[in-house]
């Protein structure tokens, strides 16, 4: 089956902590990306990477990091700096012009 | 900036109804507009993706339309199911590839009561 796999799907975060959200595909896609949603919000881009190597900030990136070391894996970073990261995190690769989303990953603070 | 809004922001409808969700947004240079649907703590499908040269895009109950000049999309679900019950999310993209991602809007969320 192809698809994106995001793992975990709950995960906790203690003060200070830094945490990393999983985000696999096996597409073949170039290009892969981290939103974060918010209740009742809309889905706010965090990081995107277009090749192997390279990857831009977003819109919200501040506090998060990410790192595009293999085509397929396209990890997040939620540091200590990061004072609000409650939120559903999701993941997404493209072709052309079609987005596909991984299940998500819901962060909460303990 | 690029801002996209969705009304409503919530709809409950008796299964069988015809009905439109709307979206606006305040750029009008856009590439292409896509309407996604999703389900409480799940990632989002698209369901139609209109290019901007485009008037609109069927695919089974759903029709969307798109009036660039103007800045807005309409979904329109037909004969509702109760299945049909979800959040439904429009999004603009500036480049081809979604190269700068999307922007999204908030969202309408639709129960199709049984």
């Known amino acids: 089956d192809g698809g994106i796999t995001q793992s975990p799907k709950y995960l906790f975060r203690k003060e200070g902590q830094n945490v990393t959200l999983s985000c696999e595909q096996n597409?073949?896609?170039?290009?892969m990306y981290w939103y974060r949603q918010d209740p009742g919000q809309g889905l706010r881009l965090i990081y995107y990477?277009?090749?192997?190597?390279?990857?831009q900030k977003g819109d919200i990136a501040e506090g998060y990091s990410v790192s595009r070391e293999k085509k397929e894996s396209f990890p997040l970073t939620v540091t200590s700096a990061q004072k609000n990261p409650t939120a559903f995190y999701l993941c997404?690769?493209?072709?052309?012009?079609?987005?596909?989303f991984g299940s998500g990953t819901q962060l909460s603070v303990l | 900036k690029q801002e996209v809004t969705q009304i409503p922001a919530a709809l409950s409808v008796p299964e069988g109804e015809n009905l439109v969700l709307n979206c606006s947004f305040t750029d009008s240079a856009i590439y292409n507009l896509q309407w996604f649907r999703q389900d409480p703590g799940k990632g989002l499908t698209s369901l139609l993706l209109?290019?901007?040269?485009?008037r609109e895009q069927t695919s089974g109950r759903l029709n969307a339309s798109l009036d660039k000049s103007s800045g807005r999309s309409t979904l329109y679900i037909a004969a509702s199911q109760p299945g049909d019950s979800a959040t439904y999310l429009c999004a603009v993209s500036h480049s081809g590839g979604g190269a700068d991602g999307l922007t999204f809007g908030k969202g309408t969320h639709l129960i199709i009561q049984p």
């Open positions: 990477s277009q090749i192997v190597n390279d990857f």
């Open positions: 209109i290019q901007s040269s485009q």
């Open positions: 597409l073949n896609h170039d290009a």
């Open positions: 997404s690769s493209s072709s052309a012009e079609k987005l596909f």
